[in-house]
């Protein structure tokens, strides 16, 4: 079992590395058979207490993305906030863009479910790490801007999306009302600087305080986006 102060020690040393990449993957996993579906997450209280530890946050959550695959640590509290905006949005079809191995779609998939939406989430599979660690059934390969026609949610949810990229074309897709974006505001390390001059979006610190990227806290955000409207 990796301890604590393996999780803690950042080395160019490779056996110090490979104890540091054990450690990070117990801590950000896939949830084991028979497990809730919160149960993999953290508590955003113990999340709290690991970045009081670090140093560095930023090469600190880097190096955990990089050890795991995964770019957004929602925490245990984030995903049934999440399911109770998009109940008072009256979102029905959720589409996650982008899920990854689906750290986050394990959780959010069933509680989206049982509050009445359909849920489907989908991926590339062309991440920047390739480290062959399991992907959640939950995650079906394929390219978001293909799959919002035959799906049509009225609401996307892309966390951390490649940097550069902008979103425009989900959101001038007729269907789409809402693109709930998670990452960096003003195009940062993820998304398109672009897309933050000219599509309406409005920020919510009240779901952003319960989440943290691959990139320093202070700059990570959740933010609706209108869709349905040109940019």
Known sequence: MPELSDLLHLSLNFRERRRFAEAARALVRLPAPGEGPLEHLLPDARWQELLTLVPDLEAWLTAVSQATGVYF???????PRLVRYLKWLRVRRLMEAGAGRGYLAAALGPLAEAAGMRFKAVDRREGEFQSGLAIHPRVEPGDVFAAIGDFRPDAVLYAWPPPGQ????????PFVSYLIFVGEMGGGATGSREDWETLPYRVSPALGRYGRGRSHPARHAVALVLGGREG
């Open 73 to 79: 640590f929602p925490s245990r509290e984030f995903v």
């Open 166 to 173: 902008s979103l425009k074309t989900i959101c001038r897709a």
